[in-house]
């Protein structure tokens, strides 16, 4: 029988050298040179200056969790004793995904002659030559897919454009290596920002992403940085990626889906005022507060939502009934996980009735990216990634969107996905193979934590937690099975195989090793 990490590496098809390379603890030293984006020297030198003849910079952003880190490490980039730049949060329902010629207008009458794009310029090619026409400057520092024709923009920071990086890379992880350049040194809590906008834009971990991911959770691990850990309200064991992608982003998020007035500007000053211990103090109960609305509004709109539903239709359409634009994609997401089919959902557009905005998601085989081209002769604006994207179109198209959305969905059908799963026995839930495991993190997009399957174990060895909610069963003093929220159906076999993952439980000083169960198959 081979031994437990013998069976991680045929999982990952790595070999024992491959295994200590990814393993090894990383230092600052190991952190790509910001010499290998061109012009990145040139941009940084343009903005130093700026800076020191007062010119008035304004950084425009974006709402989502890399939008907010990317300005936040910009700010404090650029921010000294005697220098204070603007910035600005565009509201979702109002001003939209990137910078808009009104609000071009509005900065340029507020004095404003510099503006640096982050997440988002890179196809704003008809904004950016007002800008131009107007005397003003623009910078963009952005990472999504350019158009035929770039921006005329003063300077373009972009990983790949930019010859920095052969995968995708966070605006904020471009941010951060801006900071290098302009700074001169590694500032540590920045680079835990870019962690956190690698990690919630679900950036590929590997090559660059993965050394800012890994490094930014030890030095997050390390300061300990107080506004970052209210957000976690993690009282034992250490901060992780999952920390991170689970609690920290969902929150950011949820301010850019719903707060819709001045207190938006908030959650760039929480970033960027991290040592007012009494400001973040305060502000952390409203995030948080903010994030437990949104969970609520989304949980009563999935109750109050008709959704469009044919056995015979490969779609799943939702015309929404009083649903804020912020949270469209989350009901998309719940409604594409309950039918398993591509669903978009609609609403009338703020500012004209005549118009349905909204969002779309779908999984590996139908590529959204693709379909929306395709779809693009009947839409007013589009864009997204491969499973998820926006969209908007007239009223009097909706027939033909449907039709032809319809159509393509049932050409290209989703594709399952065969979970893999390695095979492990009771006695291998222990701290030692979980440390095993762990040396491997950071995990995700692309590099996913494995998946483990128990064969043949006997239901009624299984035992309830004292609510009934959650099975919750001692195999030994240092380790446990454990089945939140359990399908009540488990004890209908005698036997069932148990899927799920290793993970640690820390409890005053005690840790125990656990594995946590995500489904179940009869044997």
Partial sequence: MKDFKSKILDYYSLTDKE????AKELSINDLPDFLGYDNIEVCANYLREKVRSKAKILIYGDYDCDGIMSTSIIYLTLKTNDFTPGFYIPYRETDGYGLTKNNIDRFYNLGYRVLVLVDNGITLV???EYANSLGMEVVIMDHHTREDVLPNAKFILHPIISNFSKINMSA??????FSEAYLGFTDEYLLVLGMISTISDLMPLNDKNRIIAKLGIASLNKNKYKNICLLIKKEYGPITERDISMTVAPKINAIGRIVNDSHLFDIVRYFVNFSDTEFISKTSLWINNVNLSRKQMVSDLIKDNEKID???????????????EGLTGLLASRFMDEFNKPTVVLIEEHNNPNIYKGSLRSRNGFNINIILDDLKDILLTYGGH???GGLSLNKSDY?????????AASKHPFVEVNEKYININLSEITKENYDVIDKLSPFGQGFQAPNFEIKEVKTNFLQKSRDGK??????????????????????DYEFVNLVGQ??????????????????FSKK
């Fill in 19 to 22: 295994y200590d390379d990814l």
């Fill in 502 to 519: 290793l993970s640690l439980n820390y409890y005053r000083g005690y840790i125990n090793a656990q594995f946590i169960v995500s489904m």
């Fill in 386 to 388: 491969e499973n998820a």
């Fill in 399 to 407: 027939s033909v969107f449907k039709e032809r959305f319809e159509k």
């Fill in 310 to 324: 044919d056995s015979n239709n490969s779609i799943i359409i939702v015309l929404g009934n009083d649903v804020k």
């Fill in 172 to 177: 904020g992880s471009l941010a951060f290596f």
């Fill in 126 to 128: 008809d904004e950016v």
């Fill in 470 to 491: 959650h099975l919750i069963t001692k195999i030994n003093p240092n380790s446990s099975i454990v089945y939140f929220n359990y399908d009540k159906t488990i004890f």
